[in-house]
């Protein structure tokens, strides 16, 4: 399987009035193609930074990021939909952006939209719709420019506990269905077990790799993960690292 994503000895530094600030150290991972990876650490550690980094958003201070020509999507920890346009509307706006905005491309989003159960909200405004299901048109606006890796950065931390549960499920489902690698950075170990094939996890800042874990489970779904004997296990052995 081949990688398309490889920080080699990353390092990244902020500078301001007040001095130097360390957010990450000889960083070394990779992710493989049709994977869910997923970083775990705590609060304040760089995993944003890394995110940045890895879309080409930030250029490291040393080091060298290898992404072997591949496409990147953004999914943010809030859906970002803008209230004044209809989900219709907010679909299309990174074909604006990118300048691609043509009628072919339009229905390939209205299709996606229709095969996971938006078809009925495109004319209706994010207001009017629930925090589940915003994210999940966030999601397919991510996937209306057919990025080869999504990038998601807490998608689900704004939600409560059941949503973000059933949205996670939704989530990690069409992500398999079309067949897109993800990286996931997040500080819930439950939900990092629940739907990665591997889990990194990170020191506290500057963050370095402290250990590596291929995530093995015959269910594949989240919620049926969690309920897998072998679930509280991973937990005991992340929750150990993570707090090391």
Known sequence: MKEVLRFENVCMRYHSKQ???VAV??????VKEGEFTAI??????????????AAGLLKPTQGKIVTSGVSFGYML????????R??????????????????????KALELAEKYGLKQFLKSYPSSLSGGMRQRAALIRTLALNPDVLLLDEPFSALDYQT???VCNDVYKIIRQEHKTALLITHDISEAI???DTVFVLSKRPAKIVAEHSVVFLEDEPLKRRENKEFSKWFEILWGELNA
Request: aromatic share 6%; hydrophobic share 30%.
């Open 194 to 196: 629940s739907v990665a």
């Open 40 to 53: 775990i650490g705590p609060s304040g550690c760089g995993k944003t930074t890394l995110l940045s980094l």
């Open 19 to 21: 001095g130097e600030t």
């Open 77 to 84: 920890q809030r859906d970002e939909l803008f209230p004044w």
């Open 25 to 30: 150290e000889n960083l070394n991972f990779s």
């Open 164 to 166: 973000r549960l059933n």
């Open 86 to 107: 209809t989900i219709e509307k907010n679909l299309y706006l990174p074909l604006e952006i990118k300048g691609t905005n043509t009628l072919e491309q339009r229905n």
